[in-house]
C-alpha cells in the first residue's frame, strides 16, 4: 500500500519533534517523489547560526544534492505549518509541483494564510497546495513548545 499524506504528514512531524529537542520551533519537512522519501528538513536556524535554515529550505537543499538538480519537478514538500515567503520563494524556484502543509500561519503563511505567492499567476510556475492535513496535530507540537518557552521564561524572570 502506497503511503497516504497522512502518513507522509507524520514522518514530517517526527522531525518538528527532533527540531524542538534541539530548541528550534517545532517544524519538519520531508521531499517524496515517486512515492519514495528522497530528503528530509527540520529547523535549524539557531543551531546553524542561519536564518534561512528552515526545515523546507534544509529538505530542499538535501534534496538538490540527491537527485544532482537544482529543479525539483514532479516532488512533493510536506510541511507541519504553512511555508513563509522565503520557503514560498524556494519551492516555486525548484518547481516543486505539490506542497502539503498541516497548520495554517496566519500571520506568515504564505501559501494563503497570509499571502498566497505558491498559487500567483504571475510567476512562470504554480505549485498544487494541500492544506490542513493533521493540522491539529501539527497546531498542537507549536503550542506546546511555545507554552514551554513562556513558562521557562516566565521563572527566568521570576
Not at 528538513?41 to 534544509?58: R, S
Not at 500571520?107 to 505567492?117: C, D, E, P, Q, Y
Not at 505558491?118 to 506546546?144: I, M, P, R, W, Y
Request: proline share 4%.
Amino acid at each position: 500500500m502506497s503511503p497516504t499524506d497522512e502518513d507522509w504528514m507524520r514522518h514530517a512531524l517526527s522531525l518538528a519533534h527532533k527540531a524542538a529537542e534541539l530548541g528550534e520551533v517545532p517544524v519538519g519537512a520531508v521531499l517524496v517523489k515517486d512515492e519514495q522519501l528522497v530528503s528530509e528538513g527540520w529547523n535549524q536556524p539557531i543551531v546553524q547560526h542561519d536564518p534561512t535554515a528552515h526545515a523546507e529550505i534544509m529538505a530542499i537543499r538535501a534534496a538538490a544534492q540527491q537527485l544532482k538538480n537544482y529543479r525539483l519537478p514532479g516532488t512533493t514538500l510536506y510541511i507541519t505549518i504553512e511555508p513563509c515567503s522565503m520557503c514560498a520563494g524556494a519551492i516555486i524556484h525548484s518547481r516543486i509541483s505539490r506542497v502539503v502543509f498541516g497548520a495554517s500561519e496566519p500571520r506568515a503563511g504564505a501559501a494563503g494564510s497570509a499571502i498566497n505567492l505558491l498559487q500567483n499567476a504571475q510567476f512562470n510556475h504554480q505549485t498544487d497546495v494541500t492544506s490542513g492535513v493533521l493540522s491539529e496535530e501539527c497546531g498542537q507540537v507549536l503550542k506546546n513548545f511555545f507554552f514551554l518557552r513562556r513558562k521557562t521564561a516566565k521563572k527566568k524572570s521570576s
